[in-house]
């Protein structure tokens, strides 16, 4: 006789992020997602999710994403405030210095990926309040893309997310830098790696402003 397969418990993270999608599931007239790309859940292995940053609303696009939790890379300002300081804490948001160079937010981040884990962040750095499409990129994410073999999943909406309104939402195929896995990539390596993921998260952006115009006009 076969012996059972002992049923694993879900960790506490799960369970958070279960009891999230419910909720989002019960008001998401407040705010709801039409996505375009893939659209599959990104649930297999780890994924490094990159996404441009307009408010504080980009999160809800990222986590929906995938069925698995995941783990934002936030700066660590939002520690210092009450009840945003909790809700960080309790979804294991891993803290990152505003200037970007943070060694043990990077092992964090790279602890996670290697035990499966899925990392969101946004190399923009910061809101972007501007007329561009994005800000510069700081390093980070291909970095961590490469150092872990986990793919980048390009996330990207044209318009600042607002409750009330419709976001429209594109994602990209997994993008990996696999020439790199058996070297190690040097800083102007790094460099070319940004500039890519920067032009593949501009065509998205291209692309969602075509579909969307699309609809439009088939209205």
Known sequence: ?????????PTKLEKRFKRWRRLYACCRW?????????????????????????????IIPAALATDKPVRFMAKKDLFERGIIKKLCESMEVIPVSRDGNDVRAVMQAMKALKNSEIIAIYPEGTRN???????????GATMLSIKTRSP???VVHAKKMKLFHRA????????EFAEFYDKKPTEEDI?????????????????LLEETAKKKKNK
């Open 152 to 154: 980048i999943i390009p």
């Open 191 to 207: 460099k070319k790696c940004d500039e890519i993921l920067r032009g593949e998260m501009l065509k998205l952006h291209a692309r």
């Open 1 to 9: 006789m076969s012996e059972k397969k002992e049923k694993v418990k």
């Open 129 to 139: 309040k501007t007329d561009e499409i994005f800000l510069p990129f700081k390093s």
């Open 168 to 175: 429209h939402v594109i994602y990209g195929e997994p993008l």
């Open 30 to 58: 407040l705010m709801p997602v039409k996505k375009y790309g893939h659209k599959e859940p990104y649930n297999n292995g780890s994924y490094v999710i990159v996404g441009n940053h307009k408010s504080g609303l980009d």
